[in-house]
């Protein structure tokens, strides 16, 4: 597990964990991204999931700089933040409940949802938010980030 070594290591992560297979060096340029040895592991798995969740984006040649699994232990908080400038405001970050209860409970700005298991949801992570898990089972997203690389090109006349 690369939890010891992410580059998300903030206070506000104290009771998650993190497998990351994918993250944006120095989260600056989405263009300058690693794999971690997991991603060869996983990709066959998570890449389809990837692909359908984007489709409604109709990206010509979608990019995902981040991809990983987050478990937010049983009673654990992610306490209200926004995740800040960086590569954050070129990409659309997306979560995939994979394993979640009904007492977990997501703060998008003022309002609060239940994010269902199986569904992708975009979140704008440069507005507040914030998670609560008043469950006694873990809840675990994947959670990735994508981008259309052929946003900004021209097409041949």
Not at 131 to 148: L, M, S, T
Request: proline share 6%.
């Amino acid at each position: 597990m690369e939890d010891g070594v992410k580059e998300n290591d903030f206070e506000v992560f104290r009771e998650t964990q993190h497998i990351v297979f994918r993250f944006i060096e120095a989260n600056r340029d989405p263009r300058n991204f690693y794999d971690n040895p997991s991603w060869a592991v996983w990709r066959s798995l998570l890449l389809p999931v990837m692909e359908q969740a984007i489709v409604p984006y109709r990206f010509r040649r979608p990019q995902f700089p981040k991809a990983m699994l987050a478990r937010l232990r049983a009673h654990g908080v992610i306490e209200r933040h926004v995740d800040g400038a960086g590569s954050n405001l070129r990409t659309h970050k997306i979560h995939v409940p994979l394993i979640t209860n009904p007492k977990v409970v997501t703060t998008l700005g003022d309002r609060e949802f239940h994010l269902e298991a199986g569904r992708a949801y975009e979140v704008n992570n440069v507005a507040p938010h914030a998670v609560r898990n008043d469950g006694d089972a873990d809840r675990i997203h994947f959670i990735f980030e994508v981008f259309d690389a052929a946003a900004g090109e021209t097409s041949p006349a």
